[in-house]
């Protein structure tokens, strides 16, 4: 029963006409963060639909005040995903305290796993990499199913930082991830993405004195509800490890 709860709701949010949605951090105020309270993190979620938002649900960041400020990069939290406008649970992200991300990583990996009305969905879980952070998403039976990192260039030796347009013009304050199938080859021949989680720029005010951010996720086109859900809270996982770590892009 609960099994299917999980199924309805996440059809729900999550079924095949949705085709993208948007994660917008709420903003903790520049004075707040200039004093150092680093406040925990709160997002709302979005279906976007013929370039409009409507909000379907929120979440905030559960985690111990004193980690957030003294190991913002790695500290351990849960965040309930929770229906807009009730207090019901869509699904719930647990990070535990790993090292940080740095420019490559062999071991003590970051991840984050995924539950739904209690069941497992799945996990994030870093791999072996130099210079480009790379990613698994895995099912709650732990089977690979999409792998997640930046665009490459170089031979897939680098981070390809003009991938979404000049850094110091159209480009700027994007961030992109791209996901693929988990078996598909690491090439630099331009194979194309099967979806991709964008950081995205708000207003010029937000993005110089507090680090909220925004995402723009598109989904694979025959993913199912809860592989849609494994990517959307890969969204916080990449937050919070390659852009609340640095505190911007």
């Not at 490459?152 to 693929?180: L, Q």
């Amino acid at each position: 029963m609960q099994s299917n709860k999980m199924s309805d709701r996440l059809e729900e949010h999550f079924g095949p006409e949705v085709k993208s949605i948007s994660i917008r951090q709420t903003r903790k105020g520049c004075f707040q963060e200039l004093l150092g309270c680093e406040a925990s993190d709160e997002f709302k979620w979005f279906h976007t639909t013929d370039g409009k938002n409507e909000k379907f649900a929120e979440s905030l960041e559960e985690s111990n005040c004193l980690l957030r400020i003294f190991c913002g990069g790695c500290h351990e939290f849960d965040m309930p995903v929770k229906i807009d406008g009730t207090n019901e649970e869509l699904m719930t992200m647990n990070r535990p305290m790993k090292f940080p991300v740095g420019c490559g990583k062999c071991c003590c990996y970051q991840e984050m796993s995924m539950k739904s009305k209690g069941t497992e969905m799945g996990s994030i879980k870093e791999s072996f990499y130099c210079c480009v952070p790379r990613m698994m998403i895995s099912d709650g039976s732990g089977a690979p199913v999409y792998k997640v990192h930046p665009p490459t260039c170089v031979g897939g030796m680098c981070v390809n930082c003009w991938a979404e347009g000049d850094p110091c013009g159209k480009g700027c304050c994007k961030a992109s991830y791209e996901v693929f199938p988990h078996d598909q080859q690491d090439t630099d021949n331009g194979a194309p993405s099967v979806a991709k989680i964008m950081k995205v720029p708000k207003s010029p005010l937000t993005e110089i004195f507090t680090d909220s951010k925004a995402f723009d996720i598109t989904f694979p086109y025959e993913a199912s509800a809860q592989h849609k859900a494994l990517i959307a809270g890969t969204t916080i996982f990449l937050n919070a490890n390659f852009f609340e770590a640095d505190g911007g892009d």
